[in-house]
């Protein structure tokens, strides 16, 4: 049974019970007509990153304003979007345990599935994985464009590596994955563009390799919020993974923005519970509510600074000019969305100061 929602349909924005994460209807549609713009003319595909909201009702949403598919980080969130309907889901991580190679086997009936590899290990466990088994899985090669994370380095292995994955019955090599997130948060846009320039670069040569041996390489899929007109503009991905456009965050907006800004249509609303300690306010959420590895939330109406948090309070400095009262709302913008949105269970769509819209956060805690 799904936890309660903290609102319902028709209720004005003041009676949603808090914490609670809330959407602007009228900005999170303005952010989607605005990725396919963006994208509009151009033959490069959106497949938005499903880690950053787990909700089928916004991935849904995100297929009729023209998405091919989703991403996400694992099995289990998959299985979510896969049972919500949306039919292509690539996995952009690497996956090592049999059991969950084989539930991405078992999904590959209903749905398009794919996922990363970055060294031949990763191949063997899915040939043992796969034996016996009815499945077609797409994989793509990981390559490290400076992340320093997973991927491999842009070799002749990944030639070898490719035709290893064209040897297991089952599996298909569709491509590269070169996803670089450290560059989403490069706060200037020069330093954007070098770190992109160098992992273009990176692709372009791990393609060349491939298609030198006779290797065809259709896919190469990457970029994000911070960075996705630079791999849009580089004439060689076909496909973007960009996720927080939809909702965004506070750290993205430490970027200095060099084209179109995404609004802020996610929230996170609170309560004044306590201001028996002078010169402060207690919020009713804390670290259980909201991911701070990314900073605090950043409190936006009204205007106010955190000066602690701990599990279940965040604790304001006073504003200096109205200090806030028990019983208070007050409106934070998220630090990082994608963890925070991991700790809720329901969005609460909000439009003209109503709820309009509940979305259950069903892939949320989705670890396995």
Avoid at 20 to 34: C, G, H, P, Y
Avoid at 84 to 113: H, Y
Avoid at 251 to 266: E, Q
Avoid at 327 to 356: A, K, S, Y
């Amino acid at each position: 049974m799904p936890p309660r929602p903290p609102a319902e349909i028709g209720a004005p924005l003041a009676e949603i019970e808090t914490p609670a994460l809330v959407i602007d209807l009228d900005l999170f549609e303005r952010n989607l007509a605005a990725m396919a713009e963006a994208l509009a003319g151009s033959r490069v595909r959106l497949r938005p990153h499903g880690k950053a909201h787990k909700c089928p009702d916004i991935a849904r949403r995100q297929m009729a304003a023209g998405a091919v598919g989703l991403c996400c980080q694992k099995v289990s969130e998959a299985e979510v979007f896969v049972a919500a309907g949306i039919p292509d889901v690539l996995v952009t991580n690497e996956v090592v345990d049999v059991r969950k190679l084989q539930r991405l086997a078992d999904l590959s009936r209903t749905a398009r599935i794919g996922l990363c590899v970055d060294g031949p290990a990763q191949v063997e466990r899915l040939a043992q994985a796969l034996a016996g088994r009815d499945a077609a899985l797409y994989v793509l090669i990981e390559i490290d464009v400076g992340q320093g994370r997973c991927g491999m380095a842009v070799s002749p292995d990944i030639v070898s590596l490719a035709t290893a994955i064209g040897r297991v019955p089952g599996l298909t090599f569709g491509g590269l994955q070169a996803y670089h997130g450290k560059a989403q948060h490069l706060r200037e846009p020069e330093a954007r563009r070098a770190a992109i320039a160098d992992a273009v670069e990176r692709a372009r040569i791990a393609k060349a390799m491939l298609e030198g041996a006779g290797i065809p390489c259709p896919v190469i899929s990457g970029a994000g919020t911070g960075t996705f007109r630079l791999e849009l503009a580089s004439g060689l991905y076909t496909e973007l993974q960009a996720g927080s456009y939809a909702l965004m965050d506070a750290d993205y907006a430490r970027n200095t923005l060099d084209g179109p800004i995404f609004a802020h249509a996610l929230t996170l609303h609170a309560t004044v519970i306590s201001t028996a300690v002078p010169g402060q306010a207690v919020l009713d959420v804390g670290y259980k509510g909201a991911a701070v590895d990314s900073g605090p939330p950043v409190p936006v109406s009204p205007q106010a600074e955190v000066i602690g948090m701990s599990d279940e309070h965040t604790i304001l400095r006073q504003p200096a000019r109205k200090p806030l009262a028990v019983g208070d709302r007050v409106v934070l913008v998220p630090g990082h969305v994608d963890p925070t949105v991991n700790l809720h269970d329901w969005f609460v769509g909000v439009r003209d100061g109503h709820v309009e819209a509940l979305w259950p956060i069903s892939a949320r805690g989705a670890g396995l």
